[in-house]
């Protein structure tokens, strides 16, 4: 009887477990991705995954654009929560 149980309830409950990880690290996975696109960019500058998809980067702007994110950090630093 307690056999039948563990077959019939707990091994469907571990399954949906399982299943509803692995969908919860599927979607982590995808989302954060894009992170890491993020992240390479800044290192080498690569836009693509490929050098045939690669677009050119303005420099000015990306200047342009990470002071204006030090100059937002900076600001964010002084005030108190």
């Known amino acids: 009887m307690i056999d039948?149980?563990?077959k019939g309830t707990l091994h469907g409950r571990l399954r949906r477990d399982r299943e509803a990880l692995l969908w919860k690290l599927d979607g982590l996975s995808d989302r954060h991705t894009?992170?890491?696109?993020?992240?390479r960019e800044g290192?080498?500058?690569r836009t693509g995954m490929r050098p045939e998809h690669e677009t050119q980067i303005d420099e000015d702007a990306r200047t342009a654009y990470s002071?204006?994110?030090e100059q937002a950090a900076r600001s964010a630093a002084s005030i108190k929560a």
């Open 43 to 45: 290192v080498d500058g």
């Open 34 to 39: 894009g992170h890491a696109d993020i992240l």
């Open 67 to 69: 002071a204006r994110i």
């Open 4 to 6: 039948e149980f563990a």
